[in-house]
């Protein structure tokens, strides 16, 4: 359905050497990806950054294009492991599991600010690296309405899961805004401890707001 | 303070004519840009778009630059004055106020949406054309707060005043991922008018939740 690059095949780390020079390049990538765009980042810096040769990186990723396809693919992975293994924590109540689920989102927009702000610039002139962000959000929300329909023993109506769909749609909305730093004005760019408690804090009313009333205290 | 442009001056429309083919230009831009970013739009489309003269263009604006950046304070001329009437407004509570700005927004980001979107995509390459903006939404903010504090009779302390920035920062944060189409997948891109009441709804419950409770029902 896209024509995303697919991201290289991740080779079995045969040699510690191997998966430590791959760890090496991934970092050393969202390093410079904090200071610019992918367009100015070069396999030459990447490699110089990283501490490992062009030929390592031309062999395990071919291409530049390639490798930023395998950094948002390997974000997606460990960020869809860790919400799918809260959203099965039976000991949450909702409105934990929405506390927890938004505290992953910032810390992953936080770690990989550069990544998304640039992913995001290449998807404001058309390309499609954007589309599997969205489809993972799309089923972490899922999850979290079918966890809803189970607390409530009832299916949630169309209006109900529009509403929580909407809840989540704001807090993506509100980490695209810090990430793009759309407003660096002090008053709307409170520091990162700061902004993670304030967020958490709202996001909990908007959830509860959206959720229906039996849903709110119970759990599965 | 910034580099931005000087957007050329206003000229008094001494014949109808004038004014008439200054509004069609405006007019004809912004449908151009509801299709295509600023940087794929050239004199010409805009006075084809228009029916007007590429002379007329380049003796009232000069330059394509200049006449973005007077589309940009065009547009926030309008914003603010109709903001700052509304902030005036002694018979609406706090809350209604709130809904009412944020309705103003919504309408000024769907008005608007190709336009904020091409000074989007130019803040994110580092170009000041957002810069008034964020301006602009600091003053409306300040004066909100100011008319909570008459309304409360005493000055807020900075956690309230932070709390009532952050609230119109998610507000700005939604808007922005809408207008930059973050994501369409359905669920998360509701048609306009379930936008704008979704909208209202949580942003209400969210400027509650920031509010000093004293300042709720009050009027000033």
New interface residues.
């Given amino acids: 359905m896209t024509s995303i690059p697919s991201p290289a095949p991740r080779k079995h780390p045969l040699q510690n050497r191997s998966a430590e020079s791959q760890r090496k390049m991934i970092e050393a990538t969202l390093r410079l990806l904090d200071e610019r ?1 992918i367009e100015l980042i070069s396999v030459r810096d990447i490699c110089r950054e990283g501490g490992t040769s062009n030929g390592t990186f031309y062999h395990r990723f071919g291409t530049k294009e390639r490798f930023f396809a395998f950094l948002v693919e390997d974000m997606l992975a460990r960020r869809e492991e860790t919400a799918m293994r809260d959203l099965r924590d039976s000991e949450l109540s909702m409105t934990d599991l929405a506390k927890v689920l938004a505290r992953s989102a910032i810390r992953n927009f936080r770690e990989h600010s550069g990544l998304l ?1 640039s992913a ?2 290449r ?3 058309g390309d499609p690296c ?1 589309t599997p962000i ?2 993972m ?2 089923r972490i ?1 899922e999850h979290f309405i079918e966890r809803t329909t189970r607390v409530c023993g009832r299916k949630l109506d169309s209006h109900d ?3 929580i ?6 807090l ?7 990430t ?1 730093r ?4 002090e ?2 760019y ?1 520091p990162d401890d ?1 902004f993670e408690e ?1 967020t958490i ?2 996001f909990t ?2 959830i509860e ?2 959720l229906p009333h039996d849903a709110i205290a119970g759990k599965p």
């Fill in positions: 765009d702000r995001m610039r998807h404001i002139i954007w969205n489809h959000a799309a929300v899961q529009q509403a769909h909407f809840a989540f749609t704001w993506y909305g509100l980490l695209s805004y810090r793009l759309l407003n660096r004005l008053q709307f409170p700061r304030e804090r709202t009313v908007i707001s959206a």
